[in-house]
């Protein structure tokens, strides 16, 4: 009984894993595929290659409607493309889609299709022309189109610049948040002075306050200082410590024996050095769990940028991705725009991999005490 309850559990959390995971396979997947194939229904899992005997050569086709009766391949008076016909709608060169109604045809071959032997309509990807062939002469083979990258980079425009200007941001919010939480923490933690846990009590309060509230306030004041159209909104704030990050580190640093801090002042330490020497090297986990949450946060975020950068050569990557989707007319290019996706994924992925250990050590032992 006691195993059979065990099995339940593990299928319920690999089936919520997969449940998770499915997005980001779909988006890798549809990274690899020709254009043709992102939103083809049925949903195409694993790119593949059609190819299909065309005027004795083998070309790439992308197949279309199933032929299934006797046919014929004829061309219609004023249309450019043939379709197939049954046999029995075309009579002397004659279509009559509807009474009354006559289209004159030019008869191109015949289509011996059967139920058991279809034929398919395909369409030739570079001349773009629609020929009919044998379903079972079509080839298929799997093929993952990698040179989608590089091109999903070149359409991003100045690639290279967004990157450089995440990554400047995502350092800038690291350091600052990192060393200005632990050392509000450190001070809501470790040092008695009157109403210290009355102001962590209103400090927590302001966890209560939801963004939009304070964006336009927010809006104005750096519109004040000049700072809209600078990367300046997206990083000063992180130099004075949000309530999650000190509530984080507090509870971790009341984990420590307070001896340890005794036995640094009896040897003449002041409470800079106990907290810099002593304090921040036993803190490792919890400083990888705020430098984590804040580095996800800063390189995910999109509503900060769209409302403080105007110039696109300030953009982030997560705006980069967004004005490649606007720029483009006449469809979404969807392979390009899952392809960029996963390259601006792909370094949370890894950090995270790299990262787990510590991470999940800091989360199970902050709030060790209360």
Known sequence: MRAFSRLIVYALLFGGACLFVLPFVWMVATSLKPLHQTLSQPPTWIPRKHEALVAGEWREVVPGDLVTI???????????????????DVRDGVWEPAPGRRIE?????????????????????????LEVVPDTSIRTSIDLRWENYPKAIAAMGDFPR?????????????????????????????????WRDRLFGVLLATMMIPFPVVMVPLYSLFRWLGWVGTLKPLWVGA????????????????????????AARIDGCGEFRIFWQIILPLCRPALVVVALFTFLGTWNDFLGPLVYLTDQKDFTLALGLQAMQ??????????????????IVLPVVLLFVTAQRSFVEGIALTGGKS
């Not at 006797?70 to 029995?88: E, T």
């Not at 011996?112 to 369409?123: E, L």
């Not at 606007?326 to 996706?341: F, I, V």
Request: glycine share 8%; with cysteine.
């Open 239 to 262: 130099f004075f410590a949000g309530a999650f990050n000190v509530f984080l580190l507090r509870q971790f640093f009341r984990t420590i024996p307070k001896e340890l801090s005794e």
């Open 70 to 88: 006797g046919s014929v391949w004829v061309s219609p008076a004023g249309q450019d493309r043939p379709i197939a016909l049954p046999r029995d």
């Open 105 to 129: 045809v030019e008869v191109l071959r015949d289509v011996p299709a059967t139920t058991a032997s279809p034929w398919r309509v395909v369409r030739t990807l570079e001349e773009r022309t």
């Open 326 to 343: 606007s720029s483009r007319s006449g469809g979404t290019e969807w392979h390009y725009l899952m392809a960029a996706g996963t390259l």
């Open 162 to 194: 967004y990157l450089g200007n995440t990554i400047l941001l995502c350092v800038l919010n690291v350091v600052g948040t990192v060393l200005s939480s632990a050392l509000v923490a450190y001070g809501f933690s470790r040092i008695e002075w009157r």
